[in-house]
């Protein structure tokens, strides 16, 4: 007899939700999964909230080519962002890095011009060149949480992140700066074609909760 399995796909909606990672760990993470393996192109938006004044990783996407395929890192104790592509890395600095404050943060790559920018609070950074010429390539594994040293591993306790986080998007084309402003402040845009908040695929280890988002800002 021919078996047949079928896994079904499991989407989470989680509009109105953000992850908390409450302690500093070697190990609490979220990692992400998309069908997409190839990207010549990235647009990554999602919001945070934290009181480190430490560096941290916001944003690990590895392969087995790079570790550092991918990475947002914030360099608080020097009050920079690096932003890494293909193990090659730009620092932008000059950004209004708060603690206690939900920031929005995007980033955009593409791999014929090379160029990155980071956007904090709808605030551009300089376009500066990271690396051109080669596609993201999987086998993609994205966490957030921690920062990857090895492809879906390699853990360091003092890059974890300890604090919330929201509304995770990428797509697969830059986003114009129209675009990012919708989403800067909530306002309808077309979600990520690789990674959508309203329907994730993930799987948290450690200590993650999915709770309802804090925004004092929808008070009013």
């Known amino acids: ?89 730009v620092d932008f600095i000059g950004h209004d890095y708060k603690v206690n404050t939900w920031q929005s943060i995007c980033s955009t790559w593409d791999s014929v011009s090379g160029l990155g920018q980071l956007w904090l609070d709808g605030k551009p950074s300089s376009r500066k060149f990271i690396s051109s010429g080669s596609n993201i390539s999987g086998p993609i594994i994205i966490v957030l949480g921690q920062e990857q040293d090895t492809h879906g591993g390699g853990f360091d306790i003092k890059q974890s992140f300890v604090g919330m986080m929201s509304d995770v998007h990428l797509w697969d084309h830059i986003l114009s700066p129209c675009e990012i402003q919708n989403y800067m402040h909530h306002l309808n845009f077309a979600p990520g074609n690789v990674l959508n908040w309203r329907a994730l695929e993930f799987q948290t280890t450690g200590r993650v909760l999915i709770e309802d988002k804090q925004d004092i800002n929808t008070c009013y």
């Open 1 to 89: 007899f021919l078996l047949i399995f079928v896994f079904m796909l499991t989407l989470f909606d989680l509009s109105g939700k953000m992850f908390t990672f409450p302690q500093q760990t070697n190990s609490a993470h979220v990692r992400l999964t998309t069908s997409r393996q190839v990207l010549s192109a990235v647009t990554v938006c999602f919001r945070s909230f934290t009181d480190l004044r430490r560096d941290h990783s916001l944003f690990s996407l590895a392969t087995p080519a790079f570790d550092n395929e991918m990475l947002i890192f914030n360099g608080a104790s020097n009050n920079k962002y690096d932003f890494w592509i293909n193990n090659k890395n």
